[in-house]
């Protein structure tokens, strides 16, 4: 998975509470996305960063807020989870913008009840 | 509104022998197409990656065709096995950020004995 690990791989969580998923490469990679999968629909773009606190939002970032302290982190916060965030999130690294070639991590798993 | 449309949705086939999935795409401007493999409960893996003036890309026993003019890919793989089995996304980027990257839903391919 090119240097790419992500915290926790599964999770279970209560509605209302937060929840904050880790990415961290060992690639040295500027670019570093957030994305969701859920069934019938194609991977979507969460929030995404160029660099060192620098972020911007993708098609679906309402309920998430990200930040990157550290060239290797990237941090996804759900402020208050909901059922309909229910799903695989995945990170992904690139050395350059989204035209260029992206390198996907495991995924975790997060179901809320 | 930018579109990635696979077919078919769901494939199986015996061990051993050849397939085509096909994508249309909607995506302009165009900059690359890409094709991803991915394994139930792994992130996905690229195949291959091509520009729009590429016609063909190979990786091993999987073959990569575009058509820009007619926004259609198609993804071959040769003499299939066991280990073939996972979804297959396209990828379509548009210059630019992040956010211009659309995805398909993925064919599910299964290889049987």
């Known amino acids: 998975d090119a240097g790419i690990t992500q915290s926790p791989r599964h999770k279970v969580t209560e509605t209302g509470t937060p929840v904050t998923l880790r990415c961290h490469q060992t690639?040295?990679?500027?670019?570093m996305y957030w994305y969701r999968q859920d069934p019938g629909h194609g991977l979507r773009l969460i929030h995404y960063?160029?660099?060192?606190?620098?972020?911007d939002k993708g098609e679906v970032s309402d309920g998430y807020s990200v930040s990157r302290s550290k060239t290797e982190d990237f941090l996804l916060t759900l402020e208050s989870a909901t059922s309909s965030q229910t799903s695989v999130y995945f990170c992904?690294?690139?050395?350059?913008?989204?035209?260029?070639?992206?390198?996907f991590g495991p995924g975790t798993r997060l179901t809320v009840t | 509104k930018n579109q990635v449309e696979q077919s078919p949705q769901s494939l199986i086939i015996l061990e051993g022998k050849n397939c085509t999935l096909q994508?249309?795409?909607?995506?302009?401007?165009?900059?690359?197409l890409r094709w991803y493999k991915q394994d139930t409960g792994r992130g996905p893996v690229s195949l291959t990656i091509?520009?729009?003036?590429?016609n063909t890309k190979s990786n091993g026993r999987y073959t990569a065709t575009l058509d820009a003019d007619t926004k259609q890919s198609s993804l071959h793989i040769t003499a299939s096995q066991l280990s073939d089995s996972a979804s297959y996304i396209c990828?379509?980027?548009?210059?630019?950020?992040?956010?211009?990257?659309?995805f398909g839903t993925g064919t599910r391919l299964q290889v049987t004995l």
């Open positions: 992904a690294i690139s050395t350059h913008t989204s035209s260029y070639e992206q390198y």
């Open positions: 690639e040295n990679h500027r670019y």
């Open positions: 960063s160029y660099g060192v606190k620098d972020t």
């Open positions: 994508c249309n795409y909607t995506v302009s401007p165009f900059s690359n």
């Open positions: 091509m520009t729009f003036s590429e």
């Open positions: 990828v379509v980027s548009a210059p630019g950020t992040a956010s211009k990257l659309t």
